[in-house]
């Protein structure tokens, strides 16, 4: 047995060890960004990786447990970062293209916010706490062009000014990547708002502390426990879902920071 399905193996055995016993409510303190899904990416500024993920794994069903530890689920196929084969990526010929691409997705308003309805919206960029998973989603909706996803794991965190303390913390980050004239890039405006970035350029920016690891999935890939090859796309409802609650966080971020959300997250947005 390899030292990887060593590690798999004792995670699997101490998840279900946290696990309360069948009759027992078993009411655990998890502790969960404002979103309250159980996808969240989020990470508390004093957690370390292994905490976050430990207590990702502790909200868990039994059937999703088992699915984030399937050997083809995307948390199973991720690897050190010197070993990520980008090879295979989608490749594309035009920079123009792709820039032209980039500016559609950041700022077209493809979204309605029930509780605004007045306001069309854009990708819920100024929430950067959470909700990647989401918005690679709406991007893979959008896009008119193919493109896989990169999910990224460990104490990763991104300097932002959509936060009061000016920093986001992920335990997870998932974006689109492809191919341009053979140079891995990453459509990400959460962390770099102007342009596409190239993926070397993206880990600087989020990698923090510690050991991380990432895998290159099928654009169905949705969260940490899907399949990473051959994942057919999110149910629309769990989508919507989870579009609606971070749109209505969005909203509120931009009160907290004083600005008008009608003007930024409308016709005035800040670039």
Known sequence: MGAKQLRTLVMILF?????PACGNTGEREIVLTDSRTELSAYRNIHESY???EGRFRQGLSQLK????FNLHSVHSNAVDIELLDSSHLIDY?????INAEFLYLRNSQFLRDSAHPELARRITWFYPDDGCYTRAEVMREQSHIAFQKIFVF???SSTTPYHPTGEVHWWYHVAPIFSLNQ??????????LNAPIDLTSWLEKIIGDGESTAAICDAGAYG???ICYGQGFAETTRVQADIQNLLNLE??????LNNEPLDSLGDSPPW
């Open 93 to 97: 010929t035009s920079l123009e293209d």
């Open 65 to 68: 447990l088992a699915a984030y």
């Open 251 to 256: 909203w509120s971020r931009q009160e907290e």
């Open 50 to 52: 292994f905490e976050a």
């Open 154 to 156: 460990g104490s990763l």
């Open 183 to 192: 140079r891995a890039m990453v459509f990400d405006p959460s962390v770099n």
């Open 224 to 226: 940490p426990y899907s």
């Open 15 to 19: 998840s279900f060890s946290l696990m």
